[in-house]
């Protein structure tokens, strides 16, 4: 299947918006869409991942204004999520397509399922934090972040968990293109601790990282279109500016939920489709 290109930067630019929205990262709604309308999993993969990184560099700006991303966090977690995804992306290109549609189609299923989660509301606010500006603790993996009750700390727990779950993340990124957003997330806020918003923005800054590994190996296999490249990139670019915005004016829960429903459509499709 031809990717058209005008087409191809719309539906980027949807998945990119949806995906910060939500934390899960766009391509895990482009990928799928792509190989479940015909496309190679192979061609997919690389869309995926360079629509991920343009929506996670376009998403910044507003993020890190609100104080909500983590930098020490973001670039710890991504130490054995961009090893694993090296090792995956060098070994995916050996993989049947076949094999790559149905690991697409289990991981489309598992985003589908954490779009149902709900997080358990484990950093509370202190009032006696109302001075301090939202931001990270400098040298450690703690900060506060401006809650609806006011100023909410928080400090990363379990960190050997959450670094084994960054390594699962990273290995999903690397074989099927996907940006492992929808791993992470989760890992930072049920494994670590760390508050939804915060798990999400860091996660969505941490992504950037993890997509450039996995595409110079893709490039190096010469797996990317220049074309697809620039309509998925530009696409990406526009979905996360605009998710940006929109996550810090909404609740994600009901749109994770939403994007729930949507992921598991789409992974019985991957599996009924040849």
Same mark, same amino acid.
């Given at each position: 299947?031809?990717?058209? $290109?005008?087409?191809?930067?719309?539906?980027?630019?949807?998945?990119?918006?949806?995906?910060?929205?939500?934390?899960?990262?766009?391509?895990?709604?482009?990928?799928?869409?792509?190989?479940?309308?015909?496309?190679?999993?192979?061609?997919? @993969?690389?869309?995926?991942?360079?629509?991920?990184?343009?929506?996670?560099?376009?998403?910044?700006?507003?993020?890190? @204004?609100?104080?909500?991303?983590?930098?020490?966090?973001?670039?710890?977690?991504?130490?054995?999520?961009?090893?694993?995804?090296?090792?995956?992306?060098?070994?995916?290109?050996?993989?049947?397509?076949?094999?790559?549609?149905?690991?697409?189609?289990?991981?489309?299923?598992?985003?589908?399922?954490?779009?149902?989660?709900?997080?358990?509301?484990?950093?509370?606010?202190?009032?006696?934090?109302?001075?301090?500006?939202?931001?990270?603790?400098?040298?450690?993996?703690?900060?506060?972040?401006?809650?609806?009750?006011?100023?909410?700390?928080?400090?990363?727990?379990?960190?050997?968990?959450?670094?084994?779950?960054?390594?699962?993340?990273?290995?999903?990124?690397?074989?099927?293109?996907?940006?492992?957003?929808?791993?992470?997330? $989760?890992?930072?806020?049920?494994?670590?601790?760390? $508050?939804?918003?915060?798990?999400?923005?860091? @996660?969505?800054?941490?992504?950037?990282?993890?997509?450039?590994?996995?595409?110079?190996?893709?490039?190096?296999?010469?797996?990317?279109?220049?074309?697809?490249?620039?309509?998925?990139?530009?696409?990406?670019?526009?979905?996360?500016?605009?998710?940006?915005?929109?996550?810090?004016?909404?609740? $994600?829960?009901?749109?994770?939920?939403?994007?729930?429903?949507?992921?598991?459509?789409?992974?019985?499709?991957?599996?009924?489709?040849?």
């Amino acid at each position: 299947m031809s990717l058209d $290109p005008p087409i191809l930067l719309a539906v980027a630019a949807v998945a990119a918006t949806l995906g910060t929205v939500g934390g899960f990262g766009g391509a895990v709604l482009l990928v799928p869409l792509l190989v479940a309308t015909g496309t190679d999993p192979l061609v997919a @993969a690389p869309v995926g991942l360079v629509t991920v990184g343009a929506g996670a560099l376009a998403a910044a700006p507003g993020q890190l @204004a609100a104080g909500v991303v983590h930098h020490r966090l973001g670039l710890t977690i991504e130490i054995p999520a961009s090893l694993a995804a090296l090792a995956a992306a060098a070994w995916s290109v050996n993989a049947p397509g076949d094999t790559l549609r149905y690991v697409l189609a289990a991981i489309v299923l598992a985003a589908g399922v954490a779009g149902f989660t709900r997080p358990i509301p484990r950093n509370q606010p202190q009032p006696e934090f109302v001075a301090e500006p939202p931001a990270e603790w400098p040298g450690t993996l703690g900060g506060t972040y401006a809650g609806p009750g006011g100023p909410v700390p928080y400090r990363a727990r379990r960190l050997p968990g959450g670094l084994a779950g960054m390594v699962v993340a990273g290995a999903i990124t690397g074989l099927a293109g996907v940006g492992g957003g929808f791993v992470k997330t $989760p890992v930072m806020r049920e494994v670590m601790w760390i $508050p939804i918003k915060v798990a999400a923005a860091t @996660a969505t800054f941490s992504v950037a990282l993890t997509t450039s590994i996995a595409l110079i190996v893709y490039a190096g296999q010469g797996r990317i279109d220049p074309e697809s490249a620039v309509a998925a990139g530009l696409g990406g670019l526009v979905g996360g500016v605009l998710g940006a915005r929109i996550q810090q004016r909404l609740d $994600p829960t009901g749109l994770r939920r939403l994007l729930g429903v949507l992921l598991l459509g789409v992974a019985v499709v991957l599996v009924v489709t040849r």
